[in-house]
């Protein structure tokens, strides 16, 4: 292989049914980094009926592995049974190494109304990274999420935390996110050792008016400088309230 296909998306909880799945599934990719991903625990299938899952993408895209990291869980009919949303990479290239860190917050599960606020919207963040069998390595990463996408002093910390885990001297990194900022907030400098496709390429929104009607480019593919790339694009199709990335990776010599 000497090159391989790379999507960054905000799945939006798999919302937009089938059509996500299909636009996965026939889009080739080898790598896929997605955030608010949802998957049920354990999987009965049950929520396959109304949502795209991690589980139906991976078996309609033939991904092979995968690394799941719940923000926070929500349970389904006030039983054992869990709805986890949070990051997942999947891929079709084997796993070397896979962890994942907490950045900040910590791990709820909404049983009803009474702690749906502190399980739900104050859940925590966690970032991933990957060394895949080519030797890149890949992170994964949703950013702290304010209204303002210029962020704040608790943005700039998280990602330097994310920003640490990313550095790299052994393999050539990748990174990818919904990181709820724009190039020019001050979080972003935490990452200028790597190269901003997102900002390279002027991108003036990765949002949908589906939901927004404001352009903030807030979703990124950034690469370290022994990263070559072709084809990196803004996909503006129907499967999310975000814009999907998407980047060919040159392995070749």
């Known amino acids: 292989m000497d090159s391989f296909k790379i999507l960054q998306v905000n799945v939006w ?20 980094c997605m955030q608010e991903a949802t998957w049920c625990e354990p999987d009965t299938g049950f929520m396959d009926l109304f949502v795209d899952t991690v589980d139906k993408i991976k078996r309609a895209g033939g991904f092979s592995y995968d690394l799941r990291s719940s923000n926070y869980g929500v349970s389904l009919l006030g039983g ?27 791990y709820g599960v909404a049983t ?12 925590r963040y966690t970032a991933q990274k990957v060394v895949l069998e080519n030797g890149f390595a890949v992170v994964n990463y949703h950013g702290y999420y304010l209204k303002d996408p210029l962020g704040d002093e608790t943005t700039v910390r998280c990602m330097r935390a994310v920003a640490e885990m990313a550095q790299d001297d052994q393999h050539p990194v990748i990174m990818c996110g919904d990181l709820n900022v724009v190039a020019e907030a001050p979080a972003m400098r935490e990452l200028d050792f790597l190269t901003d496709l997102t900002a390279l390429n002027h991108v003036k929104t990765t949002l949908r008016n589906v939901r927004f009607v404001k352009d903030v480019a807030c979703d990124h593919i950034l690469v370290s400088g022994d990263v070559r790339y072709q084809d990196f694009g803004v996909i503006d199709a129907p499967i999310s309230d975000h814009r999907a990335l998407a980047a060919r990776i040159l392995t070749g010599a």
């Open 112 to 123: 009803g109304p009474q702690n749906f606020e502190s399980a739900v919207c104050r859940h």
């Open 80 to 106: 054992e049974d869990r709805r986890q949303l949070g990051n997942v990479i999947l891929s079709k290239i084997p796993f070397l190494e896979a962890r994942e860190e907490i950045i900040v917050g910590d």
């Open 13 to 32: 909880g798999g919302r937009i049914k089938d059509g996500l799945t299909r636009f996965i599934a026939d889009g080739g990719y080898d790598v896929v």
